[in-house]
């Protein structure tokens, strides 16, 4: 059942750095084959955005490149700035804010972006408005944000898009239109030549769709790979305050004393010196988010 | 080729909904206004250009609200087209502005006097020449400042070449006498000349503008969105 | 077939995948030579991800439950009897391990306990 060597890679991310006066983006590192969701996931101001938009060749990163669709086909003929540039049209892009006028139409945003498409499907657009219950007179302004984040998932599966990248789609949505769009990025990668790209903060969405996930902490890449290597590489531990020594305790991630106790996580190879009363658990993906990020901050 | 075209397009789209019957009537009307009480052709399609300018700045100015220029990269359209295509779409406007006003003046011309004798006065080739000049050249300004630092930004930095044309005038006004005398002459001469006076007009434009557009090239590629 | 997942569980849902549909062939429901669903199907309608899938799919192929054939899908093998038999071991060592606890914390004599274990056996008429 070799599902996972006969893909190609769809993106291919390799040592992404950025500088801003405020905020660095350092080393970031990651491989999405083809047929496969990805969680991009870390704390807002991780540097997700501006990893995204790396990628997207809407900003110029310092260090490292971005390779997208890389062909497997070693006689292909080498990659050229304009070749490079007519990748960007098998992206699907669901933004924060939608990257369209805001006083057209849902009507006038297929007509115009139509012509920019070599594969744009009207009738498939119609569907999907028509199933997302989008009226085509409405102007996006005048749209909710569930609906926004629906019109731009229309339009980049209207054009046939093989990748598809989301930036905090879900941020802010209610659960009902949470689960439609997460319904939706599982339909999508039932075509096993297609992929996404999901940056959030609402883990609860990735925990069961995402393959694999791709986490960052302060500008750095703290794991990329499966999901379910992740969440089993680490395990949830709690016990009383005198259960630990000094060197037991050092292994725990994220230490929290209070008054009756103490949590944390630890990695599942180090269960073993651990006494054996403590409560251990898996570690849900929010938890080690915040673990991760609370042992980076005792370490430094 | 074609994306330049549909750049263009998408362009006219963009100011599509903010040129309502509304705006093109008030548009209208103070053109009609101001030649009307100036009675002078030349005054009423310089106020129409006027406008037009500031209807050429939109795409700028929502394409900054709307983050547009992100969306030309994720339309896969290169840097180059987006400023050909800006500058082809802005001449398209002034040309759409010219004709406009220029029929709009001319009707006006068939009931005052006045403005058609100012319309068919022998001086009219250059001053036609000398009104596009101006206004091309000003464009030809603002248009890198656009592209470099964006619409907010840049409306500042975009009154400039106004300063520079109020500068200009004044500095006319005051000039030694031996130049305001050749400089009569040359207006003479330019005068008996329509044809030649609006191509070295044309000519200057189109220099104007290439280069303008180079410049805004180099300044929208260092861009970040 | 059933196929369902616990949202609360514990347990992996690739484990809670796998132990239903070994369920299902040792119960009768899925005969040898019957086609699973594609992994990317069942994935969609289960709402995981299509590694989970993939990972029951190669761990009931490696316990020799399924053939996977390229390009075609996953088909149910003929039932092994040696695999029925450690299956019935592992739950049974399950069960009695179960009753020995409890009989431990009751403090019920060993030998009352084997003399239970084997009226049980009488009245399911199990010689």
């Known amino acids: 059942m070799n599902d996972l060597s006969e893909t190609g890679l769809i993106l291919k991310v390799q040592g992404l750095g950025k500088h801003y006066p405020s905020f660095d983006l350092h080393d970031i590192d990651f491989d999405l084959p083809q047929g496969y969701i990805m969680g991009f996931i870390g704390p807002n101001g991780a540097g997700k955005t501006t990893t995204i938009k790396s990628i997207l060749g809407l900003i110029r990163p310092d260090q490292g490149q971005v390779t997208l669709f890389a062909s497997i086909n070693p006689a292909a003929p080498p990659e050229t700035p304009q070749s490079c540039l007519a990748k960007h049209s098998r992206i699907g892009v669901v933004m924060d804010r939608p990257l369209y006028n805001e006083d057209w139409t849902v009507r006038q945003i297929a007509r115009v972006l139509a012509p920019f498409y070599p594969k744009w499907d009207d009738q498939k657009f119609q569907q999907y408005i028509s199933r997302f219950a989008l009226s085509p007179d409405k102007k996006l302004k005048e749209l909710s944000r569930g609906m926004q984040v629906k019109l731009q998932l229309a339009v980049a599966l209207s054009h046939h898009a093989d990748l598809l990248i989301l930036d905090e789609p879900t941020s802010g949505l209610d659960p009902v239109a949470r689960d439609e769009i997460c319904d939706l990025l599982c339909e999508f990668v039932s075509d096993p030549h297609k992929s996404v790209l999901f940056s959030t903060h609402i883990t609860a969405d990735l925990e069961k769709i995402a393959d694999y996930l791709t986490f960052i902490l302060n500008g750095r890449m703290v794991y990329s790979g499966s999901k379910d290597d992740l969440l089993e590489k680490y395990v949830r531990v709690a016990g009383g305050l005198d259960d630990l020594t000094p060197q037991q305790q050092a292994l725990i991630i994220g230490y929290r004393a209070y008054s009756s106790g103490f949590e944390g996580m630890c990695l599942a190879s180090h269960l073993q010196q651990l006494p054996r009363q403590l409560l251990t658990e898996p570690v849900t993906l929010d938890e080690l988010i915040v673990y991760m990020h609370k042992g980076e901050a005792q370490h430094a | 080729m074609r994306k330049l075209v549909n750049f263009v397009g998408l362009d006219f789209a963009t100011i599509q909904p903010y040129l309502s019957l509304k705006t093109c009537l008030i548009y209208l009307a103070v053109c009609i206004f101001v030649t009307l009480t100036t009675r002078n052709a030349d005054i009423g399609l310089s106020a129409t250009l006027m406008m037009g300018m500031i209807m050429m700045s939109y795409p700028f100015a929502i394409g900054e609200k709307c983050n547009l220029d992100a969306l030309y990269v994720t339309l896969a359209l290169p840097r180059s087209t987006v400023v050909s295509g800006r500058y082809l779409f802005t001449a398209l406007m002034d040309l759409l502005t010219a004709v406009l006003g220029l029929a709009a003046v001319g009707l006006l011309s068939l009931f005052e006097p006045k403005i058609r004798q100012s319309l068919l006065s022998p001086g009219q080739g250059l001053a036609l020449s000398s009104i596009f000049l101006t206004f091309c050249l000003l464009q030809a300004l603002q248009l890198p400042a656009y592209f470099k630092l964006g619409y907010s930004k840049a409306r500042l930095a975009g009154l400039l070449p106004y300063a520079v044309l109020v500068l200009l005038v004044a500095l006319l006004g005051n000039l030694p006498a031996g130049l305001t005398q050749s400089l009569t002459s040359l207006l003479q001469t330019l005068t008996r000349q329509p044809l030649l006076t609006a191509l070295t007009a044309l000519l200057a434009i189109g220099l104007s503008w290439l280069l303008s557009a180079r410049i805004a090239l180099v300044f929208y590629r260092k861009r970040e969105f | ?127």
């Not at chain 3, 616990?6 to 899925?30: V, W």
């Open chain 3, 1 to 127: 077939m059933k196929i369902i997942i616990s949202n609360r569980s514990d347990r992996p849902i690739y484990e809670q995948i796998k132990q239903q549909i070994r369920d299902a062939i040792f119960a009768g429901l899925l005969e040898a030579g019957d086609l699973l669903p594609s992994i990317r199907q069942l994935a969609r309608d289960l709402q995981v991800s299509v590694i989970t899938i993939t990972r029951a799919y190669n761990d009931l192929e490696q316990e020799g439950f399924i053939n996977n054939v390229q390009g075609k899908g996953c088909y149910v093998l003929p039932r092994n009897q040696e695999l029925l038999r450690e299956h019935a071991r592992q739950k049974v060592e399950q069960g009695l391990g179960e009753a020995v606890d409890a009989a431990k914390a009751g403090g019920i004599p060993k030998a009352e306990l084997m003399e239970m274990l084997d009226i049980l056996c009488r009245e399911e008429h199990y010689e």
